[in-house]
């Protein structure tokens, strides 16, 4: 059997983790859904909640591939976005700012001194409250249904298990969505406490920037204002946006650190 030998990065935004390959050259499979799925494996492979191909792009700085752990291409992720950025500047793509393409279209992004980096969300509109799952429906790049919980009471929550049930129940059949379980603060000034279930990765996730996205628009409505301050278990994240009278959302902006944590070679078939 011939192996070959893949140059790798991994990043981690918040504690949502990816594997990194600089695809400038165009050498990756990325029909190969197998293999993406091997390299994200925590066990067999370098582990992650997705990975991520860097490539040239005629009319961007570059344009961001996003692949799920179970090694089918995704829709947007946020903290992958930002990573990516911070990678991009890593191998001298980019400097300090951003103009990127990523599944649901074009994107901008800026790197602070200190390593934050804001990325630019799409515009989003209003969608209705969910009556079936108590919760708020929005589309941030990815599907989310937002559901608040009572105070005190997201700690001991089953996010797997009724994550799960929402995921694949009769209302998202058709493509499933991602679900987070929100905990208002009880405390002005302290942060939005947020759990996000992930279609893709099928499980719990440190943190999710779609999700926290559409957290922060959901509370809007609940009185939170711009800039928004939410907690996940990886980390803190900021979504700063305007809010418009017709319900639709411009201007948002996603921003938080993008780590690098180490790279290396794997042997792959």
């Known amino acids: 059997m011939t192996t070959t030998q893949l140059s790798f990065f991994k990043y981690q935004g918040t504690g949502n983790d990816f594997v990194m390959v600089d695809d400038r050259a165009n050498q990756f499979d990325a029909a190969n859904h197998q293999l993406v799925h091997h390299l994200c494996d925590r066990r067999r492979g370098i582990g992650a909640d997705g990975l991520i191909l860097l490539r040239l792009h005629p009319e961007y700085d570059f344009e961001m591939v996003y692949f799920n752990a179970d090694g089918h291409l995704g829709s947007m992720c946020g903290n992958g976005g930002r990573c990516t950025v911070a990678f991009a500047r890593q191998v001298g793509v980019i400097d300090t700012t951003a103009h990127f393409l990523a599944a649901d279209g074009p994107h901008e992004a800026t790197i602070d001194a200190d390593g934050t980096v804001h990325l630019r969300m799409q515009d989003v509109a209003w969608q209705e409250e969910v009556t079936a799952h108590d ?19 997201l700690a001991a ?21 991602n679900v987070n379980f929100v905990e208002e603060p009880s405390v002005p000034d302290a942060p939005w406490q947020v759990r996000t279930y992930e279609r893709g990765v099928e499980d719990e996730t440190q943190s999710c920037g779609t999700g926290v996205t559409a957290v922060a ?24 946006f305007q809010a418009h009278p017709d319900g639709s959302f411009t201007d948002i902006y996603l921003s938080g650190p993008a780590t690098r944590v180490f790279d290396g070679t794997i042997e792959i078939a």
């Not at 919760?135 to 009471?153: A, M």
């Not at 089953?158 to 058709?174: I, K, Q, S, T, W």
């Open 135 to 153: 919760g708020v429906f929005l589309n941030t790049g990815s599907p989310h249904l937002v559901r608040f919980l009572p105070t005190d009471s």
């Open 157 to 177: 929550f089953n996010v797997f298990a009724e994550g799960r049930a929402v995921r694949y129940g009769a209302l998202y059949a058709a493509s499933g969505t």
């Open 217 to 240: 628009l959901a509370a809007s409505r609940r009185g939170a204002s711009s800039p928004v301050h939410l907690r996940t278990p990886g980390g803190d994240l900021r979504v700063a």
